[in-house]
């Protein structure tokens, strides 16, 4: 079989992607300028909207224009400084669509027209007072036919794009066109009826052109309804907005052509007044407006939507393309690169080799392959050095066995190998070792299993480090550690240790209400001059201790002692709510317990004890030599209910007397002065009932 050449391969290469590509990008590009096509249109019939919104107000203020110069000129002249003010307000409306056209905010496509409506505007003010009644209307409604028609003109460009929002070819024409052209024929209508109505008599000539007006308006009421309805139900989203200013229109126009035909057209004689006429029209002329100020938005709105969603497509089906072309230049690339790179391969290969037998050689971690049976397949000169051997060659014939001749613990290695076989590789396998001399060493090892195409396991990998420094300094830290720990959560209570070990910036908490006791030893000054120092120490020492272990016994806070004071708290840092009663049993015990503490001459030890419970604030003081403390009145009063106490006996206030009453069996001791609080009830707790 004869052998394509490389050249050869690459021309069929290119021939077929190029085959795919071309086609491809052709298509691409046409979408593309098919939605560009679109939005540019779309953006057109948005401008013309804007348009149509402009001429909407000089449309109505010049058909009110006309209803006033034509009631003036019929004998109204009261109405001459309305007149007046109406062509004011027109001036200014014409001005603004002219600013359209100066700030060049879209192109007006009718330039010449517009022009002569303005013309027609500036003769017909110059006439207003100067022409009859009827000179004026005519006037006024050809300037107004020639409004319609150039509002028609810029609105209607949905036959130019037939995927605009709206997707009936009619429906624009509706919105832009029969509202406003409506409006027209009912101010007509309204102007002639209202005349008939007040002459109450039928000239022939307008009856005809009031005939025909009325089937007009009837023949674009069937025409927009039918539209609209189908803009309802294709965009349901317009439903609550729209809804009820069609049927507010529809209803008002039916209202009105129902009171013409019955009331006007279709009697002899003619009974009703010209301002039922009146009033029946304007509401007609009014709803059809607010319609066509509600729909101008809400077609604007989807034609907007349109426009996204055009240009979503749009920038889809350009990343799509751009996709495709980079995948097509990266097939390309990898072809000749596959074609023309072999060569370069193979010798990349070797220098791989090579640089990999030096790392190999010259690395300071151990590296190594063992079989799965636990011998060394081979090992760098550097795991050599590790495990004391003089060479490689050495490690290798002399370990048969890793799981004992390496390991200190031999179920280590089913260890490691069981680590491999769920996870396929070990990160830090720490473990003791065994050197050659005997002697131990931690080592590291990072290890993954090898094996080949079929999933069957060749052998291990991996690299090994020394860690025997780290490990101890490891444990030393751990130590430390644990020493640190153990005296700070000696020194606070627990949950406040674990607060500051978290770095709390501020501990402070107030608790409501909690319960704290001080307690004195009797006559300690003279005890203080009648031994040495160190024994003293070692008498308090014992005391206290077995004030301690009652604290742990009863759940209690010891918060300082002070000399040969002694404070303790119940209730905090956690409450609890017999927090009075544990401080209660607790001093009772305290009694109990310094009977069997005696001076020299035989004497027992004697204590004063004061309880008091309440509110308080504890917290966290200082930066160095830190302490756990409380602060507040009830602190202050609890002092001082042992102080001024009595030997071997707990005096406690009112407020504590009141939680422990009925469980405790207590003595009034009466009004005692207290400093800073003047007289105070206070009690004996004598025991448990």
């Given at each position: 079989?004869?052998?394509?050449?490389?050249?050869?391969k690459?021309?069929?290469?290119?021939?077929?992607?190029?085959?795919?590509?071309i086609p491809?990008?052709?298509?691409?590009?046409?979408?593309?300028?098919t939605l560009?096509?679109?939005?540019?249109?779309?953006?057109?019939?948005?401008?013309?909207l804007?348009?149509?919104r402009?001429?909407?107000?000089?449309?109505?203020?010049?058909?009110?224009?006309?209803?006033?110069a034509?009631?003036?000129?019929?004998?109204?002249?009261?109405?001459?400084?309305?007149?007046?003010?109406?062509?004011?307000?027109?001036?200014?409306?014409f001005?603004?669509?002219?600013?359209?056209?100066?700030?060049?905010?879209?192109?007006?496509?009718?330039?010449?027209?517009?022009?002569?409506?303005?013309?027609?505007?500036?003769e017909?003010?110059?006439?207003?007072?100067?022409?009859?009644?009827?000179?004026?209307?005519?006037?006024?409604?050809?300037?107004?036919k020639?409004?319609?028609?150039?509002?028609?003109?810029?609105?209607?460009?949905s036959?130019?794009s037939?995927?605009?929002?709206?997707?009936?070819?009619?429906?624009?024409?509706?919105?832009?066109?029969?509202?406003?052209?409506t409006?027209?024929?009912?101010?007509?209508?309204?102007?002639?009826?209202?005349?008939?109505?007040?002459?109450?008599?039928?000239?022939?000539?307008?009856?005809?052109?009031?005939?025909t007006?009325?089937?007009?308006?009837?023949?674009?009421?069937?025409?927009?309804?039918?539209?609209?309805?189908?803009?309802?139900?294709e965009?349901?989203?317009?439903?609550?907005?729209?809804?009820a200013?069609?049927?507010?229109?529809?209803?008002?126009?039916?209202?009105f052509?129902?009171?013409?035909?019955?009331?006007?057209?279709?009697?002899?004689?003619?009974?009703?007044q010209?301002?039922?006429?009146?009033?029946?029209?304007?509401?007609?002329?009014?709803?059809?407006?607010?319609?066509?100020?509600?729909?101008?938005?809400?077609?604007?709105?989807l034609?907007?939507?349109r426009?996204?969603k055009?240009?979503?497509?749009?920038?889809?089906?350009?990343?799509?393309?751009?996709?495709g072309?980079?995948?097509?230049?990266?097939?390309?690339?990898k072809?000749?690169?596959?074609?023309?790179?072999?060569?370069e391969?193979?010798?990349?290969?070797?220098q791989?080799?090579?640089?990999y037998?030096?790392?190999?050689?010259?690395?300071?971690?151990?590296?190594?392959?063992?079989t799965?049976?636990?011998?060394?397949i081979?090992?760098?000169?550097?795991?050599?050095?590790?495990?004391?051997?003089?060479?490689?060659?050495?490690?290798?014939?002399?370990i048969?066995?890793?799981?004992?001749?390496?390991?200190?613990?031999p179920?280590?290695?089913g260890?490691?190998?069981?680590?491999?076989?769920?996870?396929?590789?070990?990160q830090?396998?720490?473990?003791?070792?065994?050197?050659?001399?005997?002697?131990?060493?931690?080592i590291?090892?990072?290890?993954?299993?090898?094996?080949?195409?079929?999933?069957?396991l060749l052998?291990?990998?991996?690299?090994?480090?020394?860690?025997?420094?780290?490990?101890?300094?490891?444990?030393?830290?751990?130590?430390?550690?644990?020493?640190?720990?153990?005296?700070?959560?000696?020194?606070?209570?627990?949950?406040?240790?674990?607060?500051?070990?978290?770095?709390?910036?501020?501990?402070?908490?107030?608790?409501?209400?909690?319960?704290?006791?001080?307690?004195?030893?009797?006559?300690?000054?003279?005890?203080?001059?009648?031994?040495?120092?160190t024994?003293?120490?070692?008498?308090?020492?014992?005391?206290?201790?077995?004030?301690?272990?009652?604290?742990?016994?009863?759940?209690?806070?010891?918060?300082?002692?002070?000399?040969?004071?002694?404070?303790v708290?119940?209730?905090?840092?956690?409450?609890?709510?017999?927090?009075?009663?544990?401080?209660?049993?607790?001093?009772?015990?305290?009694?109990?317990?310094?009977?069997?503490f005696?001076?020299?001459?035989?004497?027992?030890f004697?204590?004063?004890?004061?309880?008091?419970?309440?509110?308080?604030?504890?917290?966290?003081?200082?930066?160095?030599?830190?302490?756990?403390d409380?602060?507040?009145?009830?602190?202050?009063?609890?002092?001082?209910?042992?102080?001024?106490?009595?030997?071997?006996?707990?005096?406690?206030?009112?407020?504590?007397?009141?939680?422990?009453?009925?469980?405790?069996?207590f003595?009034?001791?009466?009004?005692?002065?207290?400093?800073?609080?003047?007289?105070?009830k206070?009690?004996?707790?004598?025991?448990?009932?």
């Amino acid at each position: 079989m004869k052998q394509i050449l490389p050249s050869h391969k690459i021309i069929i290469s290119f021939s077929a992607i190029f085959a795919f590509v071309i086609p491809f990008l052709l298509l691409i590009y046409q979408e593309n300028l098919t939605l560009t096509h679109q939005v540019r249109l779309i953006r057109q019939e948005r401008l013309s909207l804007k348009y149509q919104r402009y001429l909407r107000e000089p449309l109505a203020n010049l058909i009110q224009h006309r209803q006033l110069a034509y009631s003036y000129l019929k004998g109204q002249g009261f109405l001459k400084q309305n007149v007046l003010s109406k062509q004011h307000h027109i001036d200014n409306y014409f001005q603004a669509v002219d600013a359209l056209k100066k700030e060049k905010i879209f192109t007006l496509e009718n330039y010449q027209k517009w022009q002569l409506i303005k013309q027609q505007w500036l003769e017909i003010k110059q006439k207003t007072f100067s022409q009859t009644a009827e000179e004026s209307f005519a006037h006024h409604t050809l300037l107004i036919k020639h409004i319609l028609s150039l509002m028609a003109n810029v609105g209607n460009l949905s036959e130019q794009s037939p995927k605009l929002v709206i997707n009936s070819d009619n429906s624009p024409k509706y919105i832009l066109n029969l509202l406003p052209a409506t409006v027209e024929n009912l101010a007509q209508v309204k102007l002639i009826s209202s005349n008939i109505a007040d002459r109450k008599k039928w000239p022939d000539r307008e009856k005809g052109r009031l005939v025909t007006l009325s089937r007009s308006i009837k023949s674009n009421s069937v025409l927009s309804k039918r539209g609209i309805e189908k803009i309802l139900v294709e965009h349901r989203e317009l439903q609550p907005q729209l809804t009820a200013y069609f049927q507010e229109a529809v209803s008002s126009k039916n209202l009105f052509l129902e009171m013409l035909n019955k009331q006007l057209i279709s009697p002899k004689t003619i009974n009703i007044q010209p301002i039922e006429i009146f009033a029946s029209a304007t509401e007609a002329i009014e709803s059809e407006l607010r319609l066509y100020d509600v729909m101008q938005p809400a077609i604007d709105e989807l034609l907007e939507l349109r426009i996204n969603k055009l240009l979503e497509t749009q920038y889809l089906i350009r990343i799509f393309g751009l996709i495709g072309l980079l995948f097509v230049i990266y097939l390309l690339i990898k072809i000749i690169r596959k074609l023309n790179s072999h060569k370069e391969y193979e010798r990349a290969l070797l220098q791989a080799e090579s640089k990999y037998r030096s790392i190999f050689e010259n690395a300071t971690e151990g590296i190594y392959q063992t079989t799965p049976d636990g011998k060394f397949i081979s090992a760098n000169p550097a795991l050599a050095k590790i495990l004391g051997y003089d060479s490689a060659e050495e490690l290798i014939n002399t370990i048969t066995d890793i799981s004992t001749q390496v390991y200190v613990e031999p179920k280590i290695r089913g260890k490691f190998v069981s680590t491999l076989k769920k996870n396929h590789k070990t990160q830090r396998f720490v473990s003791l070792a065994r050197r050659k001399d005997g002697t131990t060493i931690w080592i590291s090892e990072k290890a993954h299993s090898v094996k080949n195409s079929q999933g069957e396991l060749l052998y291990y990998e991996g690299s090994v480090e020394d860690v025997t420094n780290r490990k101890i300094a490891e444990e030393a830290i751990q130590y430390q550690q644990e020493q640190t720990e153990r005296l700070l959560f000696n020194i606070l209570p627990g949950p406040i240790a674990v607060r500051l070990q978290m770095q709390e910036s501020t501990i402070a908490d107030s608790f409501s209400e909690a319960t704290v006791l001080f307690a004195d030893i009797v006559n300690f000054t003279e005890l203080c001059t009648a031994i040495p120092p160190t024994e003293l120490v070692k008498l308090l020492n014992e005391i206290f201790s077995v004030f301690d272990r009652l604290a742990e016994q009863y759940g209690l806070e010891k918060i300082k002692t002070i000399g040969d004071a002694y404070m303790v708290a119940g209730g905090i840092p956690i409450f609890r709510e017999d927090h009075a009663k544990a401080i209660a049993d607790m001093a009772l015990d305290m009694l109990k317990e310094i009977k069997n503490f005696h001076t020299k001459e035989g004497q027992p030890f004697s204590i004063r004890i004061g309880i008091n419970s309440g509110p308080v604030v504890a917290g966290v003081i200082g930066i160095k030599k830190i302490i756990y403390d409380l602060w507040g009145d009830t602190v202050n009063i609890a002092s001082r209910m042992e102080s001024q106490g009595v030997p071997d006996k707990i005096q406690v206030t009112e407020f504590t007397y009141k939680i422990l009453c009925g469980k405790y069996l207590f003595q009034e001791r009466g009004m005692i002065p207290i400093k800073g609080k003047g007289e105070m009830k206070t009690y004996f707790l004598i025991d448990k009932l």
